[in-house]
């Protein structure tokens, strides 16, 4: 006569399979019965009129109208373009050995690099009271045309 196809460990395999089989699925129902989901309205979040996430709804008094024209999408066009006409600046540090310095705008207190090739008088140094022309460089604005006042 012929053995059996089923070993001693092939049956416990296939025991211990089904036994997971069933916890699983007896721990599954567990949760679905004791779950405190609520529905849908426990999961809605909203947005108070700070930009922060809460879970109570907005007040309708606090509603404010936006007119669909009022939103721009992307970046918003100039009004104008930068002022490039003469200004005037204190030379804030020049290097006379190697021919290059900065201006301190006096309106806008913003600083701009200056070189020697474009200053039309000799004699100027640190602290120096400036008239300038900006003109646009590779690494931003430059003054041009620097003449000592």
Excluded at 75 to 83: G, N, S
Aim: positive net charge; hydrophobic residues 30%; proline residues 3%.
């Amino acid at each position: 006569m012929g053995k059996s196809q089923e070993t001693f460990s092939k049956k416990e395999k296939e025991k211990k399979r089904l036994k997971k089989r069933e916890d699983k699925k007896k721990k599954a129902a567990e949760r679905r019965a004791n779950s405190t989901g609520g529905g849908l309205d426990n999961m809605m979040a909203y947005i108070d009129e700070d930009g922060n996430i809460v879970d109570t709804p907005p007040d309708p008094t606090k509603k404010k109208v936006v007119n669909a024209e009022d939103i721009e999408i992307g970046v918003p066009k100039r009004d104008k373009a930068p002022d490039l006409s003469t200004k005037t600046g204190i030379v804030d540090f020049f290097n006379t050995d190697k021919g290059y310095g900065f201006i301190k705008d006096l309106h806008s207190k913003e600083k701009y690099f200056f070189h020697i090739k474009g200053v039309l008088d000799d004699e100027i140094g640190q602290g120096n009271k400036v008239n300038f022309e900006l003109e646009k460089g590779v690494k931003g604005m430059n003054a041009v045309n620097v003449m000592k006042v």
